[in-house]
Structure formats: C-alpha cells, structure tokens
C-alpha cells in the first residue's frame, strides 16, 4: 500500500478563515481611518455656515452603532477566507490605480476622498492578509498578534476619542483659542487627506504583496499559476472599465451599491472555473462586508458629492487679496 502523498495545497490551507486578532486589527484599521475621515468633514462644515444640517448629521451619530459597526466588520474580515480577502485587496488596488490616474488637475478633492471611503473593506482585508503573512512561521507568532492588537486597539480608541472630542467641543475651543487639538485642526486640517493617502498607499503596498504571496503558494507550477492570474488580469481590467464609466454617468450612493455587486458578482464567477467552493462563500461574506461598509459612511458618501465642499485651506487667499490695493489710494492722494 503506497504511503499518502503530501499535498502542498492542502498544507498551505489558503480557504482557512483569517485568525482572530487579524481580523480585529483590520477592523480597528478601519474605525482609524473612518474617525479620522469623519475628524476631516465635521471641520470642514463647522468652518461653513452653510453646512450646517450636514454638521448636525455628522454630530448626532450614535456610538452603540459605530461600536456595532466595528464589531460586524471585524466578524466578516475574521469569517472570509485568505484567498478571498487577497483577491479583494488586488482588485480594490488596480481600481485605486486607474482611479488616481484618470483624474483630472481641477476635481482631484471629492474622488479621491470618495476612494477613501470605498477602501475601507479592502483595507480591513489588506491589513488582515499582510499581519497573517509578516507573522506566518514566526516563533512567538500568538504573542506578536496580541501585541499588534493591542496597539490597534490603542489607535483605535485615540481616533474614536478625537472624534468624539471635535464634534463636541470644537466650535467652542476654535472660537475661544484655547485648545490645543482644535487649534491644530483648525490650522492644517486641510493636509489630512494627503497624510491620510500616504498612509493608505503604504497599507496597501504590504497588502498587495502579500495577497500575491498568499495566492501564489496554492500552485505546484507556473502553468497553473498562468492559468489562474490570466482570466483573473482580463476579469479586473473590464470590472475596472466598467466601474468607471457607471459612476461617472450615476455618482451616489446607489451606484456604489450597484458597482459592489457587478464586483463581486464578477469574482463569484471567475471563482466559479477557477476556484473551490468555500472560496463562493467567501465571496458572500465579503458582499454582506462591502454594503456593511457602505452603510456607515452613508453621510460621508453624501458630502463627496458637494462640489464646492472647502477642502482646502481658507485662510490662504483672503488675506492676500487687499495687498495689491492698499497702496492705490496713497498713490492717488500723493499725485
């Protein structure tokens, strides 16, 4: 009787759910990136009398369902499989791409806040895939996942705690100059984005290659590594195509609604010739993810699309404007 062979496919368990605490860690990623957004927008619309309904909008959210929110995301990013999460993270990242190159030098604010918003499931996944590939094999590997959750949890809090902070007290401290933080804020909120873009660009680089790295380790050879990346390449390129031109005829939230599931409704069949069967139901959770990520940033979807949204620094051109004409009427009266 021959001795069973050792399957590398098998071994590499690539439809295993992601461990716990790199689940919590890409949710907690996420509640950094969806305060600080919602940090950005709140100033943005106290500074402007006339967003004052959008202000109360932001203002009146619920905590309990920001803490439901995290706790949901973190079950869905915990529940997907790795070879799901990978393919998730690779697709956002071409789109990302294409999106950043095709905008143009006048309306670069609105998308690229847009894309921040749209990221934060494939954020969660890159987070997820690169923590579960940098501690793979490592000697202290359960220790170096608490402690990386531990730190998540501290940022976490930090920016739940600054957000609290500036839509409770930040016209009051603004007006009174007295606060340190809102001090800040009022005077270099305006290069949050570009901060907040570096560091998404650095995320998703690690989550990159480590979803290349999590895919590639299921194929014995090149031909089956060819045969998979392929019909994958071909499958983004027109999902990004498409994706595209639909949300610039329907911007809004139901466009969104309808580019998440041509989006995975394109993964479901792709995996379908080049898959496995919990790799589809990995493609489910990450559907029920992707509009439970919409939801919560509902509002901030709607402030994208306010054009004249004060994304930049107000303080810049107002004082630079009566230089020019002060010393006209001197001239005037000298002559």
Same mark, same amino acid.
């Not at 305060?35 to 959210?61: H, I, M, W």
């Given at each position: 009787m021959a001795?069973?062979?050792?399957?590398?496919?098998? *071994?590499?368990?690539? @439809?295993?759910?992601? =461990?716990?605490?790199?689940?919590?860690?890409?949710?907690?990623? +996420?509640?950094?990136?969806?305060?600080?957004?919602?940090?950005?927008?709140?100033?943005?619309?106290?500074?402007?009398?006339?967003?004052?309904?959008?202000?109360?909008?932001?203002?009146? *959210?619920?905590?309990? @369902?920001?803490?439901? =929110?995290?706790?949901?995301?973190?079950?869905?990013?915990?529940? +997907?499989?790795?070879?799901?999460?990978?393919?998730v993270v690779l697709e956002f990242s071409l789109r990302a791409v294409s999106t950043l190159l095709s905008l143009g030098k006048g309306s670069r604010g609105p998308e690229r806040l847009q894309l921040y918003l749209l990221c934060q499931y494939s954020l969660g996944c890159g987070l997820s895939c690169g923590l579960s590939f940098l501690q793979e094999g490592a000697p202290h590997r359960t220790l170096n996942l608490l402690l990386s959750l531990g730190l998540a949890t501290l940022l976490g809090l930090g920016a739940r705690r600054l957000h609290r902070h500036v839509c409770r007290l930040y016209e009051l401290h603004s007006s009174q100059r007295y606060c340190g933080v809102c001090l800040g804020l009022l005077a270099g909120v305006h290069g949050l984005p570009r901060l907040l873009g570096r560091a998404l660009a650095v995320a998703f680089a690690v989550g990159d290659l480590a979803a290349v790295a999590l895919i590639n380790r299921d194929f014995l050879t090149t031909s089956e590594a060819v045969r998979f990346w392929t019909p994958l390449t071909i499958c983004y390129t027109l999902l990004v195509i498409y994706m595209q031109e639909e949300q610039r005829q329907h911007p809004g939230l139901q466009s969104q609604v309808q580019t998440v599931l041509v989006r995975m409704g394109g993964l479901f069949v792709l995996l379908l010739t080049v898959g496995r069967w919990l790799d589809l139901l990995g493609i489910l959770v990450s559907l029920l993810g992707e509009l439970w990520c919409l939801v919560g940033v509902r509002t901030l979807l709607d402030l994208c699309q306010i054009q004249d949204f004060p994304t930049q620094r107000p303080s810049v051109s107002t004082p630079s404007q009566p230089l020019p004409s002060t010393p006209q009427p001197q001239s005037s009266a000298s002559s």
């Open positions: 001795a069973p062979t050792s399957d590398p496919i098998n *071994q590499a368990c690539p @439809l295993t759910p992601l =461990h716990t605490p790199s689940g919590l860690v890409g949710a907690l990623g +996420v509640l950094v990136l969806n305060s600080l957004l919602k940090v950005y927008f709140f100033v943005g619309c106290a500074n402007d009398p006339q967003r004052r309904l959008e202000k109360e909008r932001l203002r009146t *959210q619920w905590a309990s @369902l920001e803490t439901v =929110h995290l706790a949901g995301l973190a079950l869905f990013l915990t529940v +997907v499989g790795s070879r799901v999460a990978a393919l």
